[in-house]
């Protein structure tokens, strides 16, 4: 009998603070970003170039400087998965999950009015989960290099769309 290696593992920490009014939640880090300990690290991973534009900036190289520029654009970062066993990074390989805990952060950060959902697992499993929040959530396309079926274009005006200014 062949035996897969699976590993279990561990979202990070929320990327929040109390003037966040968006909750930006992915799926759960993939291999680069759990080795590196560092959000959408994967180079090819079109996150970091998406928000920047949105806001009209130069990615940081730097990625504490990535960091403050998420919480200073009032943004937040975390994954629906708190943690989960796979196999690689792929989303499809995702099984046995237990969700972070969404609903305690809501309750926390009381200025969170909306959720952007980054990829169609983070949408699936929020919805699997967190159904009954009533903070309004929207999907995003993944930024991903996995998820080839759009460019870089049409993901950035997708994510401008569902970023747009709250009220």
Same mark, same amino acid.
């Given at each position: 009998?062949?035996?897969?290696? #699976? ?43 998406? #928000? ?42 995702? #099984? ?41 959530? #929207? ?29």
């Amino acid at each position: 009998m062949v035996r897969i290696n #699976v590993n279990r593992e561990h979202s990070f920490a929320p990327l929040v603070n109390q003037q966040s009014h968006t909750l930006i939640l992915g799926s759960l880090p993939g291999a680069e970003s759990l080795r590196r300990q560092q959000y959408y690290a994967h180079p090819r991973n079109a996150f970091w170039r998406i #928000v920047y534009a949105i806001f009209e900036s130069k990615p940081d190289e730097d990625y504490s400087l990535r960091c403050q520029f998420i919480l200073s654009n009032n943004l937040a970062l975390w994954d629906v998965c708190g943690s989960a066993e796979r196999t690689g990074s792929a989303d499809s390989k995702i #099984v046995h999950i237990e969700p972070n805990d969404i609903n305690g952060l809501l309750n926390s950060c009381t200025n969170i009015r909306r959720i952007i959902l980054n990829g169609r697992k983070a949408e699936k499993e929020y919805h699997r989960f967190f159904s009954s929040l009533t903070v309004p959530a #929207v999907y995003a396309p993944s930024t991903s290099p996995a998820f080839a079926a759009l460019s870089f274009g049409e993901k950035l005006a997708a994510w401008r769309n569902a970023l747009r200014p709250c009220d």
